[in-house]
């Protein structure tokens, strides 16, 4: 008998293993820079889940179906998709790229929901939107102690950046709609290693161009790339996938798009930074929209 609610517990590990990201990424890109940190991570990432995926026995190359929109999966979601969200957020800043980029969220829920043939309740669809508001206004209000990084608000790059950060939005959809068709057949740790592995090849070509070669590499910065590759890409995007594999996709979306929230609470209560009062409003909305979502089974 399967356990109950399993699909929709990897989504919440996937969650808070991406609210935890951000506090170790910052300081590996602030060392690296943004592209080379990327790069870094995402070969440190396929290394350690073909590991493990080869540890447990885990390989499906005989399913060429699935490996190849796995791979395609990668390309678009993971590497075009962080690509088009880190140039959005550098043109727009830190406030707006995340509210445009947290529209993933709905956009994918019902757009699988169609495509798989899922049933939404109307409970349901309230939960979507209640979380999705709630998590737009607690990126709105940030603390008021974060540091603004990038050339935004700059005359002529508004433009760009809102097709970028569109782009991003696409790309995120398109990768997790590719990756939820197979994701019944394919263990999670094999799908995260095809998608990361070809996220890492397709973006050879942006680190060529861009990676912040002149900058020297300190041997203590790389444990940042280790430490994000593991709790990001290893731990995040595999319980995803779990989810994916194990409940709806508007559930494991829903519940995945809680991690900013979750970043307010863990900086709010372990580091004890303040956040103003519409960030705790929108994280309440927001847990409570995907309580609703969850309950609507």
């Known amino acids: 008998m399967p356990l ?41 990432s396929a290394i350690i889940l073909l590991f493990l995926a080869a540890s447990f026995g885990s390989f ?40 445009i980029f947290s529209l993933h969220a709905p956009i994918t829920a019902f757009l699988g929901a169609a495509i798989f043939a899922e049933t ?5 669809i309230a939960g979507v939107l209640m979380a999705v508001s709630g998590v737009c206004t607690a990126i709105i209000f940030r603390s008021s102690s974060e540091k603004a990084g990038g050339e935004w608000h700059k ?9 970028l950060a569109i782009a991003a939005v696409v790309f995120q959809v398109s990768g997790a709609l590719l990756a939820k068709e197979v994701m019944s057949h394919v263990n999670p740790l094999f799908a995260s290693f095809l998608r990361t592995g070809s996220a890492a090849v397709a973006f050879l070509p942006v ?17 940042f790339v280790l ?45 004890g930074e303040r956040f103003p009062f519409g960030a705790w409003l929108g994280t309440g909305v927001a847990v409570c929209g995907v309580v609703l979502t969850i309950a609507s089974m």
């Open 227 to 271: 430490y994000s590759a593991a709790v990001s890409t290893v731990g995040g995007m595999t319980l995803l996938l779990a989810a994916f594999a194990y409940t709806e996709i508007f559930r494991a979306v829903v519940i995945a798009s809680l991690s900013p929230v979750l970043y307010i609470l863990i900086t709010g209560i372990v580091r």
């Open 4 to 44: 109950p609610l399993v699909g929709e517990s990897f989504a919440l590990g996937a969650a808070i293993c991406w609210a935890i990201g951000p506090l170790i990424a910052y300081r590996g890109i602030d060392a690296l820079g943004t592209f080379r940190f990327s790069q870094f991570r995402y070969c440190v």
């Open 207 to 223: 680190f060529a161009l861009w990676g912040e070669h002149e900058r020297a590499v300190q041997t203590a910065d790389l444990r």
């Open 120 to 124: 939404i309740s109307f409970s349901s």
């Open 60 to 99: 499906h190359l005989s399913d060429g179906r699935s490996v190849v929109f796995l791979v395609m999966s990668g390309v678009v979601g993971v590497a075009f998709g962080e690509l088009a969200l880190f140039q959005a957020i550098y043109l727009l800043g830190p406030r707006i790229a995340p509210v």
């Open 155 to 163: 005359s002529g790059k508004v433009g760009k950046g809102l097709l």
